[in-house]
């Protein structure tokens, strides 16, 4: 029986061989996958921290070069909150104009 084996040893290491190097090849497109999906994540992460980044300087620049009053903006977008449903007219307005 063992004189079976020695024949087949050869045949055997070639097989183990062939085997070997399908595996590291599929292994070698699965990185290149996964590189290739890791670049793209990452330019999408740059394009949106670019956005992000832009959106801040213009805060910064309403805030800082053209010198408004927050707290004046603030209360103008409440009045505009405050605006009745029924007619569209701010509710200070409609109450003035009833006094």
């Known amino acids: 029986m063992e004189w079976i084996l020695v024949p087949l040893a050869p045949f055997l290491m070639v097989l183990g061989i062939v085997w070997i190097q399908s595996r590291s090849k599929l292994e070698e497109k699965r990185l290149a996958a996964t590189a290739e999906q890791t670049s793209e994540k990452a330019a999408q992460y740059a394009s949106k921290v670019q956005q992000l980044e832009d959106r801040v300087k213009v805060l910064e620049r309403i805030v800082t070069d053209r010198g408004y009053d927050i707290a004046t903006q603030i209360e103008a977008l409440r009045d ?20």
């Open 80 to 99: 505009q909150r405050s605006v009745d449903e029924g007619n569209g007219i701010p509710l200070e307005i409609s109450k003035r104009e009833k006094a």
